[in-house]
């Protein structure tokens, strides 16, 4: 298994990256945040999909619950 890049990157190339983005103000960070949040969810239901062609709206919604969130917290906020 390949390294991941982050162990690969120089120690200054590291440094200007962090410092980049401490630049990024909050709001624009949490913007950021949302959408790569959206893309994994939207990755994992075309995964999903992919393998249950037939699957509805409201299964794919539920399993990504389950592959999100601890079996004891969808017990307790689902009750499923």
Same mark, same amino acid.
């Given at each position: 298994?390949? /390294?991941?890049?982050?162990?690969?990157?120089?120690?200054?190339?590291?440094?200007?990256?962090?410092?980049?983005?401490? =630049?990024?103000?909050?709001? =624009?960070?949490? /913007?950021?945040?949302?959408?790569?949040?959206?893309?994994?969810?939207?990755?994992?239901?075309?995964g999903i999909r992919a393998k249950k062609p037939d699957i509805t709206d409201e299964e794919l919604r539920k399993e990504i619950i389950r592959r999100t969130l601890p079996a004891d917290l969808v017990k307790k906020a689902y009750g499923w």
């Open positions: 298994m390949q /390294e991941p890049e982050w162990d690969r990157m120089p120690q200054k190339a590291k440094q200007k990256y962090i410092e980049v983005l401490r =630049r990024i103000p909050i709001g =624009r960070r949490l /913007e950021i945040t949302a959408e790569l949040s959206q893309a994994v969810r939207d990755l994992m239901a075309a």
